[in-house]
């Protein structure tokens, strides 16, 4: 047997804790880090006591996290032990048939590209393996934290592709549904592509102080009514140009068409934990030929997104501090940080955890 680590694992649905197990093997290709910091998503919280993915046993969780290399297979050219890394939620096989079809993150199959804690173990454990180390890492910028590293891992990549989906254009108004980590990060990236108008969904203060910061210029609870009803009467009865889904359910999809001028886009990263079906209303859909797209997706991941994604933060044209509420020191806390994601306090947007 090989030598042994720690690592917070999904014992069950709904159950949580230690376990122990092998230090992951590197192969020729790959990389073996040791997390500088970790961070809990809303995934997490899904995955565990939704099941979303299935009843899992001694799966170790966490996608989010950035690291230190202690090992490198034979075949890797850029990284070495010691460098500090950006790790992406979302880890392609680079070579594989559906990233030279442009959809990295389903290499291998439907959603395969996202490895940590779905096809293997995940980032929080005193090491984890990166499959492609040369395709999937990336250096962390000079004068980053290791906390804004966390925020590279998923909610900018995973925020920004709602808007990619979306396809916002200059000048356009957006509907942001969900301000959360991953919906503060859409209203950011909307802002960046030049939306003139950005209404944004949500109710904690904390995300609504954030998302002003962010662009967002009109706000809507989905507690006060129906989202469509109060973008209706906003937009003089227009409706809006594109809509980014990051919160709510199935449902939300009938919202988000109510509320899209024909010829709208509809860009969703929402994770849908639970319910069999998405019902599209079809009047309001123009009967089938309203030219209303919905685009949904799992968010590209990769060296170059990473790259380019941390050149936003590291040149001052992208915050992500505002993002990060909660600071843990010691691995003790993933449990706490778990819990908060699931409970979702006011003052919560992300919790960090640094191993220290
Ligand atoms: P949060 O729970 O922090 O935020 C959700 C947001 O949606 C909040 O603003 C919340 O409002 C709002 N909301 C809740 N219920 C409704 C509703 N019924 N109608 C409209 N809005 C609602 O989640 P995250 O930002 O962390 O994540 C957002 C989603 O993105 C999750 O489903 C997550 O799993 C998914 N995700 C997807 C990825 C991908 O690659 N596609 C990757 C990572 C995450 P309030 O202010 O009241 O809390
Ligand atoms: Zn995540």
Redesign the pocket.
Known sequence: MGKMMKGFAMLGIGKVGWIEKEVPKCGPLDAIVRPLAIAI???D??TVYEGAIGDRHNMILGHEGCGEIVEVGSEVKDFKPGDRVLVP??TPDWNSLEAQAGYSMHSGGMLAG?KFSNFKDGVFSEYFHVNDADGNLALIPDGMTVEEACILS??VP?GF?AVELADVQFGDSVLV????????MSVAGASLRGASRIIA????PV?INAAKGYGATDFI???DGS?EDQVMELTGGKGVDRVCI????V??FE?AIKSLKPGGRIGS?????SGDFVNIPRTEWGCGMGHKQILT???PGGRLRMEKLSSLVASGRLDVKPEITHVFHGWDHCAEALEL?RD?PKDL??PVVIPD
């Open positions: 998503c809303t995934s919280v899904h939620a979302i996202w998923d909610m995973t592709h549904i969900g301000i959360g980590a991953v919906g503060l969904v949500g109710t904690r995300c609870s989905y507690k989202i990051a919160g709510g359910d449902s939300t919202a990263v929402n994770y849908l934990g997706g799992l968010m994601m979702k947007i992300k």
